[in-house]
Nanobody, 119 residues
Framework: QVHLVEFGGGLVQAGGSLRLSCAASGRTLSDYTMNWFRQAPGKEREFVAAVSWGGGWTYVADSVKGRFTISGDNAKNMVYLQMNSLKPEDTAVYYC????????????WGQGTQVTVSS
């Protein structure tokens, strides 16, 4: 069982920055890759970024590449999403998700944190 809690969302003006955090707890966290998704009102959930525990690799979706950075801190069991140059279209609920490394199944999800970017 893995428990995920996101925090750090809020209201920011366009062009601003936010850092989202995801606190992970549970056994064998190294069996998972950590991901960020987002879902805007009326839209499907969208993949944003992924990182392996230990930071061996990261991946960022084209839609946010160059603006968003994902990172992880093994010692603290934390995953971060640094979001810069925010745009109104980045407004969404952002979710942290743990995916099984050997199957890719998104097995555990956090409750989400709201990010609102005003123009």
């Amino acid at each position: 069982q893995v428990h995920l809690v996101e925090f750090g969302g809020g209201l920011v003006q366009a062009g601003g920055s936010l850092r989202l955090s995801c606190a992970a707890s549970g056994r064998t966290l190294s069996d998972y890759t950590m991901n960020w998704f987002r879902q805007a009102p009326g839209k499907e959930r969208e993949f944003v970024a992924a990182v392996s525990w230990g930071g061996g690799w990261t991946y960022v979706a084209d839609s946010v590449k160059g603006r968003f950075t994902i990172s992880g801190d093994n010692a603290k069991n934390m995953v971060y999403l640094q979001m810069n140059s925010l745009k109104p279209e980045d407004t969404a609920v952002y979710y942290c998700a743990a995916a099984l490394r050997h199957t890719g199944e998104y097995k555990y999800w956090g409750q989400g944190t709201q990010v609102t970017v005003s123009s």
